[in-house]
């Protein structure tokens, strides 16, 4: 009797996380508490940061069985909603509901700064084709300019699946230092007089161009680049039932409930790509620092077309705005709002912003599309 | 660590994906300026034909209808003049003559429990 009893123990110690433990593990589950401090405490992106870095703690942890790729465990199959491509669209799905096109409706000018800030998609494309990733992990890494955590997971998922992890970390927590970023470059890219600009009201914008617009937009990008479908059809569809005004169930279940549980599936499984091997790698301080680069010069692309847009229309267009095309909603319009307030405290550039920042979000699901169709 | 980078490859790609985006972002821009000044368009003709030709219609019957405008006892005109604004608000014209505004009796709940009950109650 007493012989099983002390098989039993050396079994379990045997089997337990301690004996188990690596120290790429180790390393991972401290990085992993980082992260939960930063979403916790500092408040970075919390609602994607902090189940990002619950599930990376988890995957981590020896003999669990939990991370993304461990057949047959809890996370391997939410972990499916990921890799078939199908959060991603749901989230834009209640993006959408969540959105108003009216400023972008108004001043339709706004849908170039949108294209523009891109830039930091494509020129970071080639910044990690110079320090030797492939084509398809360049273009997954290009894609954390677009500064939107869906279409970065979506595009990842499909061409460098083993990218998740760094790329999710890299991209949420660059979208909340958005703050900190924009700000120094807005100024280095603008003049004092630029920058005081007052743009002046907009337009209203009547429910049936609210309502025909998601409409004509899925339409034509979809016909351009079907890739871009999922993504753009589903954001469209999402505003379609919040302009429509006939659907407000269900509107109202696509920006709570159904947007909530996605997001806690979508950053639990992703967080959990990360595992010691996948993450603990050169290749993963490469994406960290592109990260940055890209968001770099998405901002200073939409800078500076909103330059020539003030040059253009003869002073009537603040380039602040442009640095919103950026699409991480509604944070850079905010910091647009915050910087022209800087220089000119009267100055409400915030729904001014917001028409580049919603352009945006059409943009970077344009650029995921063009990258899917080239590279995959 | 610098690779051996197939320069035509990447620079087709940034090409096409910068031409793409741009391209797709213009197009929609020039729709979105189309469809607002058709819809726009479809509002300014009527507005602008009718108020010369019944606004001397409209003078003389104004005055007779402004003083049969039958406000309840009680409401102040602080309260018709936010009425006033809201109905402008939601049709999104001034363009109506306000005839009465009465207090409205649903029982004994409050306008707030009514709407609640509304809302539950609305059909699928």
């Known amino acids: 009797m007493l012989d099983l009893f002390f098989e039993s123990v050396n079994t379990i110690a045997l089997e337990s996380g301690f004996v188990n433990v690596t120290l790429g593990q180790a390393i991972m589950l401290l990085v992993s508490c980082i992260l939960l401090y930063l979403a916790i405490a500092k408040q970075y992106e919390p609602l994607l940061l902090l189940p990002i870095a619950f599930g990376m703690l988890l995957a981590n942890i020896p003999m669990a069985g939990l991370s993304a790729y461990d057949e047959g465990g809890l996370i391997y199959y939410l972990y499916q909603g990921v890799k078939l491509g199908i959060y991603p669209p749901i989230i834009f799905l209640g993006i959408g509901a969540m959105t108003d096109f009216g400023p972008l409706i108004a001043n339709p000018k706004s849908f170039l700064m949108g294209a523009a800030a891109q830039l930091g998609i494509f020129l970071t494309f080639v910044g990690a084709l110079v320090l030797g990733f492939t084509p398809e992990q360049a273009g997954s890494i290009g894609i954390i300019g677009g500064a939107d955590g869906p279409t970065a997971i979506y595009v990842t998922s499909q061409l460098a699946k083993d990218l998740l992890g760094p790329i999710a970390v890299a991209a949420y927590s660059y979208m909340a230092l958005v703050p900190i970023i924009q700000p120094p470059i807005m100024k280095a890219l603008t003049t004092k007089k630029e920058r005081a600009v007052v743009m002046e009201q907009l337009r209203p914008v009547s429910k049936l161009e609210k309502v025909i617009f998601p409409i004509f937009v899925t339409i034509i990008v979809s016909f351009v680049v079907p890739p871009a479908a999922p993504l753009v059809g589903m954001l469209m569809l999402g505003n379609l039932l919040k302009e429509s005004g006939v659907t407000e169930r269900l509107t109202n279940t696509a920006k709570n409930e159904l947007i909530n549980i996605i997001t806690i599936f979508l950053g639990v499984s992703v967080g959990a790509t990360a595992t010691a091997e996948k993450f603990l790698t050169a290749q993963t301080l490469g994406i960290i620092a592109l990260g940055l680069i890209a968001f770099g010069f998405g901002t200073a692309g939409g800078v500076l077309l909103g330059k020539l847009m003030y040059v253009v229309t003869g002073g009537k267009i603040n380039p602040l705005i442009g640095s919103a095309g950026v699409s991480a909603v509604p944070m850079a319009a905010r910091v647009s709002q915050k910087v022209g307030q800087e220089e000119n405290p009267g100055n409400f550039l915030l729904m001014h912003a917001m028409g580049p920042n919603v352009s945006g979000v059409i943009g970077s699901a344009v650029a995921a599309g063009v990258l899917l169709s080239i590279l995959k | ?124």
Do not use: C, H
């Open chain 2, 1 to 124: 660590m610098f690779a051996n980078i197939d320069w035509t490859m990447a620079g087709a790609v940034v090409i096409t994906g910068l031409v793409v985006v741009f391209v797709v972002l213009v197009l929609l821009w020039f729709i979105v300026e189309l469809m607002g000044k058709i819809l726009s368009g479809f509002g300014k003709p009527k507005n602008l034909s009718q108020p010369p030709v019944k606004a001397v219609e409209k003078d003389k019957k104004q005055l007779p209808i402004k003083s049969q405008m039958e406000i309840e006892g009680g409401i102040t005109d602080e309260v018709v003049a936010v009425i006033t604004a809201a109905i402008s608000a939601i049709e999104g014209t001034g363009n109506f003559v306000l005839r009465s505004i009465r207090q409205s009796y649903s029982g004994k709940r409050s306008a707030w429990a009514s709407a609640g009950i509304e809302q539950n109650t609305r059909l699928f």
